[in-house]
């Protein structure tokens, strides 16, 4: 996977971050994460098989990997099963689609 597979990556490939400050030095900006933000940064392990195939398919769809597993973790905690899933996208498609 390369960086470019994110559709904003272009948008901000250049812009210098290097006199950026992280959102824990500025206190309105820490509150306002507290608030709304949804996603904690962790560290996990993952079979290289499992993160290849991510890979891969985020390349494929023009996505990012990251969110394709955070995808799939919440499926999984939510109780989705592949049927759910495929049911929901045909619906989707069909509704897409004007059928």
Do not use: C, W
């Not at 500025?26 to 392990?45: H, I």
């Not at 394709?68 to 049927?83: I, K, P, S, W, Y």
């Amino acid at each position: 996977m390369n960086n470019s597979s994110d559709p904003l990556f272009e948008a901000y490939a250049d812009l210098d971050f290097t006199d950026a400050k992280s959102v824990s030095e500025l206190p309105a900006l820490a509150r306002l994460q507290a608030e709304r933000g949804s996603q904690s940064q962790g560290t996990m392990r993952v079979d290289n098989r499992i993160l290849a195939a991510f890979k891969a398919r985020a390349e494929m769809m023009g996505s990012n990997y990251q969110t394709l597993m955070n995808d799939a973790l919440r499926q999984f905690v939510e109780g989705q099963t592949l049927a759910d899933v495929v049911r929901e996208t045909i619906r989707s498609e069909l509704h897409q689609n004007g059928a």
